[in-house]
């Protein structure tokens, strides 16, 4: 092969779901692969292009982690040839620390760090500090009270005792744990001396106080209350105080649900000796421009960009190198439509879009040259208004000399590219082919493809349907959260409501933050019962956002389906989480070997001992930890990833193992399990969302966020439904191609029709035109968004002259309305 050819060639390509797939993909071009979820695209892109890039990259560490590396997998591949080195950005959360900010991931905070070290005013006499001295995160930086967080959370007795007219007995103290635990302690306080049937306002002050705050942890002989057909016998008991255990659970444990517990009784405050602003009294004593660097870090990005903008041009010179760096890169940031974000926004509050664009301006000024970006949907989470910005940070990063491999259901960024790579024609096992590779106009004419009905419209879709009438309505006053500031906002019920707005306008505060708290106070759920944020932002949101709220009475249930992972690990699973595996492990212990035997339905649990492989735990995979690389999973070396042990195996339904059962897709157990009633239900929601490819054991590590969320949505949906449901969703349609999208909101409609409400926020200009009702934000992000700038039909936000979504949207209707005239004609 002549070393000028200009593509990468892939050979028998069988990662997942492809069938010994040969293509042909152009380099030093943007090269689309499109195609319905689970059809084998990210399998090629990201599965077998990019893997194959690291393996060559990886060959150079030493033979031991090579091992280890190669036990871990390489890509199932004959031969790629033509290949550059490889970036992946892909779309992934980050870890929810509030030491990671913008600022830290695209080394904003570097750079401002140095331009206070070597260029910023100094109190006189003062001893010029080095950049580690700005940072909150370094220990000669952090402010000693708070340890850089800028707050600091404790205890009250009003916050651990929320009723303070119940007995110890009777649960005054709320923030005990429950259960055993919680006993304990009570009987631990009644053997130390204490009434515990006394109503808790009527002990001695110097009691409660012990019993809250204490720091001593007596150890005391316990005598049990005796409880019927339980033989009670003492034991030693240990005390430990409500703070001492809310501290310790909120600092400590691996739970997200025990550690969200303990928030609920913490009171937060901002440290006293810093104010919020995290670093010591020497370095906020240092100024730039007049102000110091935590009030430059928490300015819009577009706003500071303002205040270094004269020093980039000034005499300085150490100044204005600093100055003109920083500025370049904050204005790629603001092209991608990011300027409302600030250097010290914390990384869990931004979405995998936002994210994933911080990286993509932070490669754009790496300078590389010669390398395949491998990206996943980088237009996720970004409004219309903002893909044109997209475009051009993609060509810029084109002619730097490098080629651009995406993975993108946005059709209008699919017809920007140079080069379409179509996977299908369905999903799972009737996928996994290249359908065509070429020119995107050579697309219209492949009859086989789900990807052309969208980008060369026939008319042959669903006829738009009128806007339904809103059954009423829940009106919210005063909403002051972020930078919705006294807002007053209108949510309809009964109806399918779209809250748009470009990126950083407030949709998810008033969506998933806002209204769900105000639902989940009225309802009288928990914030771990809502998720409404990462800080439990849910909780007592009536109170705390807002002056009025009616229209509750409404409403009898909330459901709020997010993208967050189902599970951490691969021992989380599709089939765990649905419970459907409730089922199927009933029906093989109900076998007449297992009954022989004497195996009930927890020997086929891969969770507890006994029929699990004790080798790997039941997870099928052990950790590989490397050295200076990210650790990674392998299949256990004793069950090859089937995760039971051999006896348990030899057990069989219908001639298969229950590891076979996990290894089937939703549509082949579907035809398996089609006479289990309780797995049929589970099988058709996971069906309808349009899930079928997914394999039932499909490990929760393996699932993109938007199949997170069909699988939430999936579980929802078949359960039995009573009341008024209100369903909220954060862009249900990431990760979707435009033929699952329509699967998805034939189900959310399907929920309206039955009396319910959804209300999503959403950027997909085709789901917006489908909605009832529109409620846009804006006009900008940041400070600069915050409003309802148009709300109504989406006919009349598409009329709005204030909007910035309403272009976009008229553009929508029009092209709906065409197809219909089409159809007609």
């Known amino acids: 092969m002549p070393p000028h050819d200009p593509f990468v060639r892939v050979r028998g390509a069988r990662v997942h779901n492809l069938r010994g797939v040969d293509v ?106 080095d950049s580690d001295a700005f940072s909150p995160n370094t220990a000669t930086g952090a402010c000693p009270a708070c340890h850089g967080l800028g707050r600091i959370h404790q205890v009250t007795e009003e916050s651990l005792v ?47 106080d012990w019993i809250l705050f204490t720091d001593d942890q007596p150890v005391v002989t316990v005598h049990p209350e005796r409880e019927a057909h339980r033989i009670q016998r003492p034991y030693k008991g240990t005390y430990t105080s409500a703070r001492r255990y809310v501290l ?9 649900t025990l550690r969200t517990r303990a928030e609920r009784f913490l009171v937060s405050t901002a440290c006293p000796d810093c104010h919020g602003r995290r670093l ?41 190198t600093l100055a003109r760096d920083l500025t370049a890169r904050i204005e790629v940031l603001t092209e991608l439509g990011l300027g409302y974000l600030s250097v010290d926004r914390p990384t869990p509050t931004l979405s995998a879009g936002e994210l994933q664009r911080l990286r993509l301006a932070t490669q754009l000024r790496s300078g ?29 990063l084109k002619a730097a000399g490098n080629s651009l491999f995406v993975v993108e259901h946005h059709m209008e960024l699919v017809r920007r590219a140079d080069w379409i790579v179509d996977v299908g024609p369905a999903a799972g096992e009737r996928g996994g082919q290249v359908l065509y590779s070429g020119p995107v106009s050579g697309l219209e004419s492949v009859a086989a493809s789900a990807t052309r009905p969208y980008l060369f419209p026939d008319g042959a879709r669903p006829a738009p349907r009128a806007p339904r009438t809103p059954a009423g309505w829940l009106r919210l006053r005063g909403i002051t959260r972020h930078n919705l500031r006294d807002l007053d906002a209108e949510l309809p019920l009964g109806v399918f409501t ?105 020997r086929f649990s891969f ?24 650790g990674t999973y392998a299949p256990c070396a004793d069950c090859h990833g089937a995760r039971y042990n051999p006896e348990t195996l030899s057990v069989t339904y219908r001639g298969v193992t229950i590891a076979d059962v996990l290894d089937m897709t939703v549509d082949t157990a579907a035809g398996f399990l089609a006479d289990v009633p309780a797995a049929v239900r589970a099988l058709r929601a996971l069906r309808d969302v349009g899930l079928g490819y997914l394999r039932l054991g499909q490990p929760a590590t393996e699932l993109s966020g938007g199949e997170a969320q069909r699988i939430k949505l999936a579980t929802e ?8 449901t209100v369903y909220l969703l954060d862009e249900p349609t990431t990760g979707l191609h435009p033929a699952d999208t329509e699967l998805l909101l034939r189900q959310l409609h399907g929920l309206v029709d039955a009396g319910h409400s959804v209300v999503v926020v959403e950027h997909d200009m085709d789901v917006v035109a489908g909605a009832d009702r529109v409620i846009d934000l804006g006009p900008g992000g940041g400070a600069e968004g915050g409003r309802i700038v148009a709300a109504g039909t989406p006919a009349e936000v598409a009329r709005s002259t204030a909007s910035r979504t309403a272009p976009y949207l008229s553009a929508a209707l029009a092209a709906r309305s065409a197809l219909a005239s089409s159809e007609r004609r």
């Open 717 to 724: 949906l078949q359960r039995t439904r009573r009341g008024h």
């Open 248 to 256: 310790h659970t909120f600092a400590d444990s691996k739970s997200q």
């Open 24 to 129: 042909d993909i152009p380099r030093d071009a943007l090269v689309v692969f499109t195609g319905v979820s689970g059809s084998g695209k990210s399998s090629l892109a990201f599965g077998t292009l990019y893997a194959e890039a690291q393996r060559r990259y990886l060959e150079s560490v030493a033979p031991y982690a090579r091992r280890l590396i190669h036990q871990a997998g390489a890509p199932k591949v004959d031969e790629v040839s033509g290949l550059p080195p490889a970036v992946a950005l892909e779309q992934r959360r980050s870890a929810p620390t509030s030491r990671s900010s913008v600022g830290t991931v695209t080394t904003l905070s570097n750079s401002l760090r140095m331009l206070f070290s070597r260029a910023g005013t100094y109190p006189a006499g003062a001893a010029r500090l």
């Open 368 to 396: 590389l040259f010669g390398v395949v970006y491998v990206l996943d949907e980088p237009s996720a989470g970004l409004h219309p208004a903002d893909s044109a910005a997209l475009l051009t940070v993609l060509d810029r």
């Open 280 to 320: 010591r009294p020497e370095a906020l004593a240092v100024t730039f421009a007049g102000q110091d660097i935590a009030a430059l870090a928490a300015l819009p990005l577009t706003a500071l960009a303002d205040v270094l903008g004269p020093a980039a041009d000034g005499a300085d010179e150490t100044a204005a």
């Open 162 to 208: 929320p009723d303070p007219s119940l007995s110890i007995r009777q649960g005054a103290i709320a923030a005990w744990p429950g259960a055993w635990q919680g006993k304990n302690l009570r009987d631990i306080l009644a053997a130390l001396g204490h009434d515990i049937d006394r109503p808790w306002c009527e002990l001695p002050r110097e009691a409660r």
């Open 498 to 602: 779209a809250v748009t707005g470009v990126s950083g306008s407030g949709k998810s505060t008033l969506v998933s933050q806002v209204l769900a708290g105000v639902l989940a106070d009225h309802l009288g759920l928990g914030a771990e019962e809502t998720a409404a944020d990462e800080a439990g932002a849910g909780r007592s949101a009536y109170g705390a956002y807002l002056t009025a709220a009616e229209g509750l009475a409404a409403v009898n249930r909330l459901v709020q389906v997010d993208q967050k992972p189902i599970g951490r690990t691969p021992r989380s699973n599709l089939a765990t989480y649905t419970g459907l595996f409730d089922a199927v492990r009933k029906v093989f212990a109900a076998t007449d070997e297992a009954r022989a035997r004497g195996h009930t339905a927890g």
């Open 607 to 630: 969770n507890v001992a006994g029929g699990r492989c004790e080798t790997c735990q039941g997870e099928g995979f052990t950790a590989v930890e490397l050295l200076f690389l990210p």
